[in-house]
């Protein structure tokens, strides 16, 4: 992250105020890393698994139309089951960049445990003319 500091020098020849910036880096934080990193390894898992559920339907579409590609078939399932392991492998991963981002999850299971004010439903509602 950039943060931009500005200061105001005086020029004494023509009594004019100009600004004078300077640009001060930041290193990111870890919880931001952290953050970005469970991001994007959760879209890599959703899109593993859209992968496979599109893979299996393959499968179903040929064994319903043609039973001769079984050699076709096996392929797709030994795919199917790499790319299972896959899945397993990035939620391993998944698991090491989830302590910062476990705490969110806790807070928001948490305010849905939460005891909520019933909501009072006028029963002349539906008689409304």
Known sequence: MKELKEKLILN????????EVEVVEEEPKQEEID????????????????DIENLKSIIATLK???NSKEDVV???E????????HVGML??????????TQELIDQGVESLEEPKE???VDSN???LV
């Open 12 to 19: 004494e020849d023509d009594e004019e105020i100009i600004p």
């Open 35 to 50: 953050t970005g990193m469970y991001n994007i390894i959760s879209q890599e898992i959703r899109d593993t698994l859209q």
């Open 64 to 66: 319903a139309t043609d």
């Open 74 to 76: 096996a392929s797709l």
């Open 78 to 85: 030994s795919i199917i089951d790499e790319r299972t392991i």
């Open 91 to 100: 939620q391993t991963i998944l698991d090491s960049f989830s302590e910062g």
């Open 118 to 120: 019933e909501i009072v």
């Open 125 to 127: 509602v539906d008689k």
